[in-house]
C-alpha cells in the first residue's frame, strides 16, 4: 500500500522578504534594549515601517543618529561577522543602515550626543547612584527613591 505524498507548499518569495524584514528589526531592537543609556536618554522613540518596506527609527533628544549607527554595527551579527552596512552617509540627524537587506533609517530630533548626556548633570544614572564609595553628606538618589 503507497502512502500519500503530499506536494510540498510553494516557497512563497514576499512571505520569506516579511519575515526577514521583522527579524531585522527584531534584532535592531534587541542590540537597543541592551544599551540602557539610548533607552534612557530617549524622549518619544517611535518606529515604523515605511512604505518600501523599510524601517525608520525616530528619537528625541539622546544620542545622534551616526552613534546609534554606530552601536547597531557592533551589536548585530552573527557568527559569520556583522549583519549591518552603511547604506548612505550617516550625520548628526539622520543615517541609513542595510541590515540583512532591510533599509533602516534612522532620525535624530534635537540630538545631544553621547557625550553631552553623560556630562549632562541632571541626568539620572544608575550607576551613579549605586556607588557607595564616594561618601557623601547628601542623600542618594537612591535613598530619595525609596524613602530612606
Known amino acids: 500500500?503507497?502512502?500519500?505524498?503530499?506536494?510540498?507548499?510553494?516557497?512563497?518569495?514576499?512571505?520569506?522578504?516579511?519575515?526577514?524584514?521583522?527579524?531585522?528589526?527584531?534584532?535592531?531592537?534587541?542590540?537597543?534594549?541592551?544599551?540602557?543609556?539610548?533607552i534612557e536618554s530617549c524622549r518619544d522613540l517611535t518606529w515604523w515601517r515605511g512604505s518600501d518596506h523599510s524601517w525608520h527609527l525616530e528619537w528625541r533628544d539622546g544620542p545622534y543618529a551616526a552613534e546609534v549607527a554606530e552601536l547597531l554595527a557592533e551589536q548585530v551579527c552573527d557568527a559569520n561577522g556583522s549583519l549591518v552596512a552603511p547604506a548612505g552617509p550617516g550625520n548628526q540627524a539622520t543615517a541609513v543602515l542595510d541590515i540583512m537587506g532591510v533599509r533602516l533609517e534612522l532620525r535624530a530630533v534635537d540630538p545631544l550626543g553621547r557625550e553631552r548626556m553623560q556630562a549632562r548633570g541632571a541626568f539620572w544614572r544608575l550607576t551613579e547612584a549605586l556607588d557607595t564609595s564616594r561618601p557623601t553628606n547628601a542623600r542618594r538618589p537612591w535613598e530619595e527613591l525609596l524613602g530612606g
Open 1 to 38: 500500500m503507497r502512502g500519500f505524498r503530499r506536494e510540498r507548499p510553494a516557497v512563497d518569495e514576499q512571505a520569506l522578504a516579511s519575515a526577514r524584514r521583522y527579524e531585522a528589526f527584531g534584532r535592531v531592537m534587541a542590540a537597543l534594549a541592551t544599551e540602557a543609556e539610548f
